[in-house]
């Protein structure tokens, strides 16, 4: 499902900031984050969808400068794992409460 406007990706970041929560918390700081940053450097943020419209664990995301896809997965014990190419591809990144601003941007440029 395509993430095309403001009130669909606040419905969408309502919905995961739930699943957060619930799962601890860990990651509710870089949620908001990648909000912000995939708004700036991507576009077409998809989800994957789950039976009765629930939102799945996958998003991904193309980048604005290289037109490469971006997974986005989470993983209990990791946080958020950013993947290329796939939901399985190489891990380039992973997100935490912990991440820094600087780290996320770091990140997001070299993409």
Not at 57 to 80: D, E, H, P
Not at 89 to 111: L, P, W
């Amino acid at each position: 499902m395509l993430i095309n406007t403001p009130q669909a990706m606040n419905q969408y970041v309502g919905a995961v900031m739930v699943r957060a929560r619930h799962h601890g918390g860990n990651v509710t700081d870089a949620v908001r984050m990648l909000k912000l940053l995939v708004t700036e450097y991507g576009t077409d943020l998809q989800i994957s969808d789950r039976k009765g419209g629930k939102i799945g664990n996958v998003s991904w995301f193309k980048s604005l400068a290289t037109g490469k896809a971006y997974y986005f997965r989470y993983s209990y014990a990791k946080g958020i794992e950013m993947r290329n190419n796939n939901c399985h591809g190489r891990v380039i990144a992973r997100f935490d409460n912990n991440t820094t601003a600087s780290e996320f941007i770091s990140i997001f440029e070299a993409i």
